[in-house]
């Protein structure tokens, strides 16, 4: 796959990522969880836009491209779990559903962080390899906290 194409993909995984964890927030009687949730949608909505400018004005154009500050969002944890600060008994009668969409998330985040490192590593450009570089730590701070909030889940379960 190209550079260019795999750009695009990586517009829509951030598009679907964006909805997922909208869609997350909405559902949640969880205030903690809907306001991380809401701000790892939000991180996925710039993501794409970001790239979607890199497409715009690099390879579109076949101008220059002056990469973002890829300043990471800050997210505020509790003791139950980074995401949540219910517990899953609290969550739903039925918590499975929230356990296995934290699983889902951290599978897509894991797929996005591996296509970063592959255009960072590819790219001969090297303000786009530092950008794709800077994505993919982005995207690792969302699945370290999907893996915690999921290790916290397993626990509870015991």
């Keep these: 796959m190209d550079e260019l194409t795999a750009v695009k993909l990586a517009i829509r995984m ?3 990522a964006a909805l997922f964890y909208s869609e997350a927030a909405r559902q949640t009687n969880d205030p903690q969880a809907k306001k991380i949730l809401g701000k790892f949608s ?4 710039k993501h794409g836009q970001f790239l979607q400018t890199l497409v715009d004005s690099y390879y579109i154009k076949n101008g220059s491209f ?3 500050d ?3 969002t800050e ?3 509790n003791k139950d779990g980074p995401i949540y600060g219910k517990s899953m008994k609290e969550l739903s009668s039925h918590p499975e559903p929230v356990a296995a969409a934290v699983e889902k998330f951290a599978l897509a985040e894991g797929e996005a962080i591996a296509l970063y490192r592959k ?5 001969q450009d090297k303000a786009l390899s530092e950008f794709f570089a800077k994505l993919a730590d ?3 701070r969302h699945l370290d906290l999907l893996r915690k909030q999921g290790e916290s889940f397993r626990a509870q379960r015991t």
Aim: proline share 12%; hydrophobic share 25%; glycine share 0%.
């Design 75 to 77: 997210y505020p944890v």
């Design 70 to 72: 890829l300043t990471a």
């Design 42 to 45: 939000e991180d996925e909505e």
């Design 138 to 140: 982005w995207e690792q």
């Design 14 to 16: 951030e598009e679907k």
């Design 66 to 68: 002056d990469p973002p």
């Design 119 to 123: 255009l960072s590593a590819e790219s």
